[in-house]
T-cell receptor, first 112, second 112 residues
Framework: DAGITQSPRHKVTETGTPVTLRCHQT?????MYWYRQDPGHGLRLIHY???????DKGEVSDGYSVSRSKTEDFLLTLESATSSQTSVYFC???????????FGDGTRLSIL | EDQVTQSPEALRLQEGESSSLNCSYT??????LFWYRQDPGKGPEFLFT?????EEKEKERLKATLTKKESFLHITAPKPEDSATYLC?????????????WGLGTSLAVNP
């Protein structure tokens, strides 16, 4: 299994609070991705990174920001959480943008 | 518009009863098609990548095939441990080549 650790695995928080999710990899892969998975929508890309301090937006980036200060860590921040951001969040990594992505086991986030 | 459609949405098989899952796609130039397996509470697990029509890949009881419009995941003599959701994703040659377009998956249940 690819060495990808997501933390926390579960979180419940209130609307308006800031939330940060962490993805840590031990594979030294250059590319990292944040997705959310919701019933009826499948996996949707939030943000991705193609190197340290190099990030770009995905298809559902509003309300989210990311940072990558080290190869192994990719952080996803919800500055002011809303109930519509209740979801399961997955981090993925890849060696090559055209190659397969490998996923962590996700963070289940509930915003009340 | 680039699109991926998986069918059926759900499939129930008896152990040993072979079947196929379908992934139909419309994309402006296929760069690659990916199959994943996802178990409840886990992240997607990479199975296969297919790059060109006529290509086939096999792994244990699974065989993936690709045409210019669709891919099939054939499951031969399935076992209960093959129960999972199977996801298909495509990557286009044009535009942002890091973006995967995901289907909604086929939920497979194999009864003993």
């Amino acid at each position: 299994d690819a060495g990808i650790t997501q933390s926390p695995r579960h979180k419940v928080t209130e609307t308006g609070t800031p939330v940060t999710l962490r993805c840590h990899q031990t594979e030294n892969h250059r590319y990292m991705y944040w997705y959310r998975q919701d019933p009826g929508h499948g996996l949707r890309l939030i943000h991705y990174s193609y190197g340290v301090k190099d990030t770009d937006k995905g298809e559902v980036s509003d309300g989210y920001s990311v940072s990558r200060s080290k190869t192994e860590d990719f952080l996803l921040t919800l500055e002011s959480a809303t109930s519509s951001q209740t979801s399961v969040y997955f981090c993925a990594i890849s060696e090559d943008p055209a190659g397969p992505q490998h996923f962590g086991d996700g963070t289940r986030l509930s915003i009340l | 518009e680039d699109q991926v459609t998986q069918s059926p949405e759900a499939l129930r098989l008896q152990e040993g009863e072979s079947s196929s899952l379908n992934c139909s796609y419309t994309v402006s130039g296929l760069r690659g098609l990916f199959w994943y397996r996802q178990d409840p509470g886990k992240g997607p697990e990479f199975l296969f990548t297919l790059y060109s029509a006529g290509e086939e890949k096999e792994k244990e009881r699974l065989k993936a095939t690709l045409t210019k419009k669709e891919s099939f995941l054939h499951i031969t003599a399935p076992k209960p441990e093959d129960s999972a959701t199977y996801l298909c994703a495509v990557q286009a040659n044009a535009g942002n080549n890091r973006k995967l377009i995901w289907g909604l998956g086929t939920s497979l249940a194999v009864n003993p």
